[in-house]
């Protein structure tokens, strides 16, 4: 039970980061840029998370059935999603960070709210849904 609502809630993640894909812009500060609208039919969200295939592989799993659960759309979009490993060492949430951002259909990246991730996102005006981290950020 508590499995079915998680993927629910996962999938609802999703959805809110599709809704708000015209809230972003593609330029910022330092020279971060990346995607924030929809271009064609795509889009993607990433995961960022500390060993995806590992300790943390029951939550990207419960995103991808989400996704799978949803027919990898969002209404009339076909959604993609991947994950990356954002480490534990603040060069290595960066690098993962500025490798979503680049992604030219990035959407929003599901990810701890940390000092190195809300900035990144908040500088490319990209969606960042936090399931946990810094709620003073």
């Given amino acids: ?6 993927h629910r809630s996962l999938l609802g993640l ?24 929809v271009i064609g039919r795509t889009v993607t969200v990433y995961s960022l998370t500390s060993d995806p295939a590992g300790a943390n ?6 995103e991808k059935l989400a996704l799978s659960d949803a027919g990898g759309r969002a209404g009339g979009l ?13 060069t ?3 690098e993962a960070a500025r490798r979503a951002i680049s992604d030219p259909q990035v959407i929003a990246a599901i ?4 000092t190195v991730t809300v900035p990144l996102f908040n500088a490319a005006g990209l969606l960042q849904v936090a399931p946990g981290g ?4």
């Fill in 57 to 62: 592989r029951d939550f990207v799993d419960a």
């Fill in 78 to 90: 076909a959604v993609n999603f991947s994950s990356l490993d954002l480490g534990t060492e603040e």
């Fill in 134 to 137: 810094n709620s003073s950020l």
């Fill in 111 to 114: 990810v701890d709210a940390n």
């Fill in 1 to 6: 039970m508590a499995a079915t609502t998680r």
């Fill in 92 to 94: 290595l949430q960066a």
């Fill in 14 to 37: 999703i959805a809110a980061a599709l809704l708000l894909a015209g809230c972003g812009g593609t330029t910022s500060e330092g020279g971060i840029s990346g995607g924030g609208k």
